[in-house]
């Protein structure tokens, strides 16, 4: 698994940013794939995602996670659900230990929050979509209802597709350049005609750094490149593959 040092040195916070390696699933999932929402076994997901918890010294029923559906909705946790019971959103916040908020990606970016004085952590799901929508705006928002500051708020955007990996089309870039012109800084030109490669971490950043946050960073990864320790969506796209796994993030507070 992969953590950051500044989060590492926050007292009661534990965080991940977990491979896809460890865990007990085979072929296209091989081998930590946490998404219930893949064609894996089920049996397997849940292996997978009591082994990702283990490693945070936590039991398997402490993750919780939603039904990730590209937009900017937020829920507050109290304490875990049942899978088949998770909201439709894309963020989660609490002020509860033992729970750990996680988020699934196959080339979105998990984005990770705590405010440690307010003990109060969140999780974003941040694809292109909701991004845009502001998602990461959104839970800074409900941290703040529940005693957070966002002067105190560590932000830090995970691994997640590159710009080097993200070619988009000609359409693509409009909804951003009508948010803010100067958003034309996240498109370079592609090698092919037409096409542009979009930036999706540099925006996050400069969303996130409009907060005013104490600490915004990111990870040098690329999901989409790195197939030997992530999975990703474009990757199997491109291949052809008729499913992906999941990779997971999560962060809990300390009891």
């Known amino acids: 698994m992969i953590t950051l040092g500044i989060l590492n040195e926050l007292e009661g916070v534990r ?3 977990f491979t896809r390696n460890g865990g007990a699933s085979e072929g296209l999932y091989a081998s930590n794939n946490c998404g219930f929402g893949s064609g894996d076994l089920p049996s397997c997901v849940a292996e997978n995602r009591r082994r990702s918890m ?3 010294d936590l039991p398997g029923e402490a993750l919780v996670t939603v039904h990730q559906v590209h937009g900017r909705e937020v829920a507050t946790v109290e304490r875990p659900w049942p899978h088949a019971e998770a909201p439709k959103a894309d963020a989660m916040v609490t002020n509860r230990p ?4 996680g988020i699934l990606g196959a080339d979105c970016a998990p984005v990770m929050f ?4 307010a003990r109060v952590i969140g999780a974003a799901h941040a694809g292109w979509r909701g991004a845009l929508a502001g ?3 959104a839970t800074v928002a409900a941290m703040a209802k529940l005693g957070a500051a966002p002067n105190r708020i560590y932000a830090v955007i995970g691994p ?3 710009q080097r990996s993200y070619e988009v089309g000609p359409e693509f870039p409009r909804p951003f350049l009508a948010e803010n012109p100067a958003n034309t800084d996240f498109f370079a030109p592609s090698a092919r005609n037409g096409h542009l490669m979009f930036d999706l971490v540099g925006y996050l950043g400069r969303r996130l750094g409009a907060l005013d946050l104490h600490f915004v960073s990111g990870v040098p990864y690329d999901t ?3 197939e030997d320790r992530f999975f990703s969506y474009r990757r199997a796209t491109l291949r052809g593959e008729r499913d992906y796994g999941r990779n997971l993030s999560a962060i809990a ?3």
Do not use: N, Q
């Open 98 to 101: 033992g729970v750990a908020l």
């Open 253 to 255: 507070l300390e009891g």
């Open 54 to 56: 283990a490693r945070l």
């Open 224 to 226: 989409c490149r790195e």
């Open 114 to 117: 705590v405010d440690p004085e």
């Open 135 to 137: 998602v990461t705006d």
């Open 15 to 17: 965080h991940a940013f």
């Open 160 to 162: 997640c597709i590159a």
